[in-house]
């Protein structure tokens, strides 16, 4: 029978909530400041930073999210040590998940976007420096559960740190090549170089979660570079699939405004793709438009009716299948039997055929 992930993403969503909850109160009451920041020496706003951190960060967190980078680390954790050993490291879920949400702020502030998850954008509701100063709060917060859970040896701490210190450098790389092109400095991008960006956009959360998954049940090096390549590729296909998404779905099942890749100027694999085969005629014209920034709607169906007479789109989505069913080829043979490696294997695939 194949897994339903959707439903598997749904039974596992309640123990990560209340794992965030546990570093990510919503309410920071002085119990909750003590655990978080220490003893005050002289005295906490608590008004204050309920309306500057918690209740933005959890206005973002309670607007959905499918939540699957944290599953994906506790499926390989337990795919690597089992269900019982997995249960005790659901605290550690918090880090890929509330850090995700802190990029979210970040990279809504970058593209000045108007909605995130069918709701307008933290920075529209609460102000650009509330918003800055709670999204950088959420690369640190959820650290805490590593400070406060000496359940795993204190080499693997280290070694968990040092994947997250990695990983975040990554990420920032990534977003850098990203924001660059979109400014209008991607005439020389070739697909290598965008893979390359959304390995390090994209696939390094889901390789942090994968890894750290590894790592915190203490699997052999090998195992651990497995799953780490793995879940790149899972998070580029994953990133390839959003792309497509933002130009082909209808605005009420979105929960972003679609054809804003358009108004970016983002150099997706689709755009990359259509350059490639368009005319010279055809070529300049997309890159009017891109280089425009408009939000005109007919000037964004021109691009995405470029794109689509680029045949991009059966492009992207053999490249983002082949990366998927590669990767698992060869991350399969380490794991053994298991509910866990079925429900890695069918979140793989759910990466590319989701249509939200």
């Known amino acids: 029978m194949k897994t339903d992930v959707k439903k598997k993403l ?3 969503k309640p123990a990560i909530d209340k794992a965030i ?26 008004a204050a930073a309920q309306k500057a951190i918690q209740d933005p960060i959890w206005d973002l967190l309670d607007r959905g999210g499918k939540r699957w980078r944290p599953a994906l680390m506790l499926w390989a954790a337990e795919s690597v040590a089992g269900p019982k050993k997995a249960a005790t490291l659901v605290n550690f879920a918090a880090i890929v998940e509330v850090v995700h949400n802190g990029t979210l702020v970040a990279d809504d502030l970058e ?12 920075h529209h509701i ?33 070694q968990a740190y040092e994947t997250y210190v990695q990983e975040m450098v990554n990420l920032s790389y990534g977003q ?58 899972l998070g580029i296909a994953f990133q390839i699939q959003d792309d497509v998404l933002n130009l082909t779905s209808k605005p009420e099942a979105y929960g972003k405004d679609v054809g804003e890749d358009i108004s970016e100027g983002k150099r997706s694999l689709l755009v990359i793709h259509a350059l490639s085969k368009l ?4 070529k300049k014209e997309l890159l009017a438009i891109l280089n425009a920034h408009t939000r005109d709607q007919q000037q964004i169906n021109r691009a995405i009716a470029l794109i689509q007479k680029s045949g991009a789109f059966d492009y992207a989505a053999k490249k983002a299948s082949d990366l998927v069913e590669s990767a698992w080829k060869k991350l399969s043979p380490h794991l053994k039997a298991s ?18």
């Open 10 to 12: 749904l039974q596992a």
């Open 176 to 233: 850098a090549f990203d924001i660059w092109w979109h400014k209008g400095n991607a005439a020389h991008v070739t697909e290598a170089q965008y893979l390359q960006m959304c390995a390090y956009k994209t696939g390094t959360l889901a390789r942090m979660a994968a890894k750290l998954g590894a790592i915190l049940a203490q699997a052999q090096p090998d195992v651990i570079e497995a799953f780490g390549a793995f879940a790149e590729s």
């Open 126 to 158: 609460y102000g650009v420096d509330v918003s800055v100063n709670a999204g950088n709060s959420m690369y640190f917060l959820p650290l805490l559960s590593l400070a406060k859970n000496k359940i795993v040896p204190d080499a693997v701490l280290v």
């Open 279 to 282: 005319s010279a005629s055809e």
């Open 339 to 356: 509910e866990a490696k079925d429900n890695l294997e069918a979140l793989a695939w759910y990466a590319i055929e989701r249509k939200t």
């Open 21 to 46: 909850e546990t570093y990510v109160p919503r309410t920071l009451d002085a119990d909750a400041a003590a655990s978080i920041l220490g003893k005050a020496r002289y005295d906490y706003d608590l």
């Open 111 to 122: 593209d000045n976007s108007l909605t995130r998850r069918g709701k307008p954008c933290l």
